[in-house]
């Protein structure tokens, strides 16, 4: 078997051991309260997330597409559990920053010398399609999510900085990337209602929604 075969068992090892520690509770009562525990599903993700990294790093494999496709299957198991978790994470390597958003608005990126939106893969777009039925023109609008046109649009690579600033949702998280040695920065993000749950590498905070 290969390392990647390898790494997809540990992964998914990785993600049972992770969920089961959050979903199994003392007694039935505790179970409904475990399930909806945003800072237990947030945490597994922030001490996993760095493994998969280092088993990439040790292996000699593509760090990028392990951790995205360890995302994904993690929110896949998470999204079960609460529909409205989502996330996005700055992974820096010391020379080089690569980021991926799993969030359903675009994030304004501020680094030392570039700003940028980032796609949310899980952000919609509204698309026009042109119909011809029996000689007549028709126009549909059609709602598509990002992610249906490839990473690309959800994801962005440059030159390591000292420092990032996210402003997800009108609100700044700020990021220091100053580290020499791999890092990984996530904020994973949860709405209930006007309230909106954000877990930031290091905290956790409530925060109204404004309309």
């Known amino acids: ?3 990647r075969g390898q790494f997809y068992i540990i992964i998914a090892i990785i993600i049972s051991l992770a969920f089961f520690s959050i979903i199994t509770p003392q007694n039935r009562v505790e179970e409904t309260i475990l399930f909806q525990d945003f800072n237990d599903v947030s945490l597994n993700y922030a001490e996993e997330a760095p493994k998969v990294a280092n088993y990439g790093i040790f292996n000699d494999l593509n760090i990028n ?3 995205s496709d360890f995302t994904k299957d993690f929110l896949t198991f ?4 609460n529909p409205t978790v989502e996330l996005i994470y700055v992974y820096n390597n010391g020379t080089s920053v690569n980021m991926k958003s799993y969030l359903s608005e675009t994030t304004v990126v501020e680094t030392e010398n570039k700003t940028l939106d980032l796609l949310g893969s899980e952000e919609s777009t509204i698309n026009n399609i042109n119909l011809n ?3 007549k023109d028709f126009t549909q ?3 598509l999510q990002i992610k249906n046109f490839g990473d690309e649009f959800s994801s962005a690579d440059f030159p390591s ?3 990032i600033i996210l402003n997800v949702g009108g609100i700044i998280h700020n990021f220091d990337l100053s580290s020499q040695g791999p890092e990984l920065k996530v904020i994973i993000r949860s709405k209930t209602g006007s309230i909106v749950q954000i877990y930031k ?3 956790s905070q409530v925060f109204p929604i404004i309309f």
């Open 1 to 3: 078997m290969d390392k």
């Open 65 to 67: 597409s392990l951790l």
């Open 201 to 203: 590498t290091g905290s």
């Open 133 to 135: 039925i029996a000689g």
């Open 141 to 143: 609008q059609i709602p």
């Open 78 to 81: 998470a999204k079960q559990r």
């Open 161 to 163: 900085s000292k420092n």
